[in-house]
């Protein structure tokens, strides 16, 4: 039965944390128990959220990727701008304003009166810096593939409050693709990945206990309003039962990444929340690498039965992993029929051709990247099956799972199917295709020359070609390279507690910002 829900905003009483310390004795005393580690007791003026994951890392290069970011984006860094989620429109940042003076060519102007973390000063070198070591520092960063592929960037400080920023090739977009870039001091290591990083945002970070907690600090001398909570306390459960229990228990005031069935009740909020669930297929090994099997598997998943029963309706099943709102979402494109028939006859052609569809095909799943993760991939894996492919599951944690999303993949892993999930929060295909379907992209594993050619034409067009042209890209890839079997898009579910209030919208699930986080009353 479906939990229900309630409006987006949560409101209620104050006073809370006052009775957290009684009501956990009480159920001690009646032999329950309550969520070890939980950080219960941090105090009414700390916010306290819960993850389903540790962060890997909190490197501000890696902001794109969902566990990174949603701690570090617009908390501990910032941006130039930010895209507002509600309109798709960008917003002054640490930049107060930008204009185009050359086809190739964008300045922008930067906030006066800003300082990192550590107290100095931020400045137009600060800024070039961040964005050469992102781009060009030869450390992999995850933005760098996700948002800029093969884009070639300079950025000049003109002087201590302009940055000029200079792309080889015309980029209409690029105050959008900066938008993903956090900036940090030049003191940062450039060769190498930072564990903690130093920024501008409202909260600094104050501790990390491995495994444990994460404690950020309001920054006393943030530039912007101060936000309400002098701290932000993350702990992390993996079951989402246990992350709901905790804001029914006092435990947490924001809970994220929960299904319906997780039991949060009167206190789960739904919204949308971008996110497109996919398999992504790795079609350069056999027997994935002849298009009738990855055809098959498209047409062995029942999509609206996996929404309809491992997802609780909170989604619907997609043919696209551009969702529709985005510059290039392409209207025609259905999702792919539940088709077994159809399944068994293209593996069963394939198999007489000599293709070796008795190969033993590995599902490498995420735990928590969604909820019901594990169960969503045995569906898949019983469709596949029956088939007639050999296919297994292979579960992983968010640190081992990146090594198969990310470049380089991992050698000598035989053919995978990776369980994954998009989210194009910029609101351009942009931020699909290159990095996705690319030949070269980050998270590509397989592409094609007449894919690559019109995935440049589209990034290269604005206006109503541009929208044009990547749809014309999502179609190609959908009918002649189907590198994909995409799922569904989704829909998403917090947990309030009732001092809080939260209005999630389509960004929350990739960052979610401490200062729009507020007491009731």
């Known amino acids: 039965m479906k939990s229900p829900l309630r409006p987006p905003v949560a409101t209620g009483p104050p006073g809370r944390r006052a009775t957290v310390l009684a009501v956990a004795w009480a159920v001690l005393l009646t032999g329950g128990c ?43 860094t ?10 798709g429109e960008l917003e002054p940042k640490l930049a107060t304003g930008w204009k185009q003076t050359s086809p190739t060519t964008w300045k922008f102007t930067l906030r006066k009166g800003v300082t990192f973390h550590d107290g100095t000063a931020f400045t137009a070198k600060d800024a070039a810096f961040s964005i050469d070591r992102t781009l060009d520092s030869g450390i992999e960063c995850n ?21 000029r920023v200079t792309s080889q090739e015309p980029d209409p977009i690029l105050p959008l693709r900066l938008s993903f870039v956090e900036m940090v001091p030049t003191s940062t290591k450039a060769d190498s990945r930072v564990r903690e990083p130093v920024g501008t945002g409202p909260y600094r970070i104050d501790k990390w206990n491995q495994g444990i907690n994460l404690r950020l600090a309001r920054y006393d ?17 993996a079951e989402g039962s246990v992350r709901a229990a905790m804001i029914s228990s006092g435990e947490a005031d924001v809970a994220v990444g929960l299904a319906p069935a997780d039991g949060a009740g009167d206190h789960a909020v739904e919204y949308p929340n971008n996110e497109t669930s996919y398999l992504r297929i790795d079609a350069d090994k056999p027997p994935l690498d002849d298009i009738r099997v990855r055809k098959a598997i498209n047409y062995a998943i029942d999509k609206k039965g996996l929404v309809a029963s491992v997802f609780a309706g909170l989604g619907r099943p997609a043919g696209q992993l551009v969702p529709d709102g985005v510059t290039g979402y392409n209207p025609d494109i259905k999702a792919w029929p539940y088709d077994m028939k159809r399944a068994k006859s293209l593996i069963a052609e394939a198999r007489s051709d000599g293709v070796p569809v008795d190969t033993e095909i590995t599902i490498i ?9 594990a169960e969503a991939m045995e569906v898949v894996q019983k469709g596949l099956r029956d088939a007639g492919l050999r296919v297994e599951v292979k579960m992983l944690d968010v640190n081992a799972w990146t090594e198969y999303l990310l470049r380089p993949f991992p050698k000598d892993a035989g053919p995978t199917l990776l369980q994954a999930q998009h989210g194009n929060q910029a609101g351009d295909a942009a931020f699909t295709m290159d ?23 589209a990034e290269r067009a604005a206006g109503s070609e541009r929208q044009t042209r990547f749809a014309e890209a999502l179609a190609h ?23 809080v209030t939260y209005k999630p919208d389509s960004a929350s699930g990739d960052e979610m910002r401490l200062a729009e986080i507020h007491p009731a009353g």
């Open 221 to 237: 001398g943030y530039w912007g309003k101060a936000p309400d909570y002098r701290a932000a306390l993350y702990t992390w459960r």
């Open 34 to 76: 309550t969520v070890a580690n939980s950080g219960s007791a941090a105090g009414a003026d700390t916010v306290q959220i819960v993850l389903p994951e540790e962060p890997p890392t909190l490197e501000p290069c890696d902001a794109s990727l969902t566990a990174t970011g949603r701690v570090v984006r617009s908390n501990i």
């Open 78 to 87: 910032e941006p130039l701008a930010e895209r507002v989620p509600e309109t």
């Open 143 to 163: 933005v760098d593939g996700y948002v800029f592929g093969d884009s070639e960037i300079t950025a000049t400080a003109v002087d201590a409050t302009t940055v």
């Open 477 to 499: 890839q959908s009918e002649k390279v189907v590198r994909d079997a995409v799922l569904a898009h989704m829909k998403g579910i917090i947990a309030l507690a009732p001092d």
């Open 435 to 457: 990095q996705i379907y690319g030949s070269k992209g980050a998270q590509s594993s397989y592409g094609t020359p007449g894919l690559d050619e019109r995935i440049q034409r």
């Open 365 to 373: 799943g995420r735990n928590g990247i969604y909820p019901k993760a």
